[in-house]
């Protein structure tokens, strides 16, 4: 299964020698926020509005060493993937600069068609 998460520009690209990714926020929460692809615009516009140097990350789940639980924390009905543990990078399919628009407006980059085939597709 394809999740996808919103990450900083300079955080993602940091050296990781260990070959894992945390965001700054992760010692403190716990966990890494995800999104489904259904889930991912409303996520960029509730949290990221206004921000540069984004990068969307497409993850392959199966391929995540960390557990992964759906959950709602804030309330409401809607379950969004967690990653609690820091993110191996081979699960990570692509990568690609995730910015809005003009008007503030993200929106769904073609690539992400792509990761969900692979996401999809068998492990070898």
């Known amino acids: ?9 300079e955080e993602w690209e940091a050296e990781q020698t260990d070959g894992l990714y945390s965001p700054a926020n992760f010692e403190r ?12 615009l409303g996520s960029a516009q509730k ?7 984004l990068v969307l990350l497409g993850i392959d789940s199966r391929r995540v060493q960390a557990k ?9 009905s809607q379950q969004f993937p967690h990653i609690y543990g820091k993110l191996n990078r081979d699960a990570v399919i692509g990568a690609t600069p995730f910015e809005a628009n003009s008007e503030g407006e993200f ?6 068609r792509q990761w969900q085939q692979i996401a999809d597709a068998e492990l070898p």
């Open 29 to 40: 929460e716990g966990f890494i926020h995800a999104s489904l692809p259904e889930q991912i």
């Open 107 to 112: 929106s769904l980059p073609l690539l992400v």
């Open 1 to 9: 299964m394809l999740i996808l998460h919103i990450a900083r520009r």
């Open 68 to 76: 992964i639980r759906f959950e709602n924390l804030v309330g409401g």
């Open 47 to 53: 949290h990221y509005r206004g921000q540069r140097d």
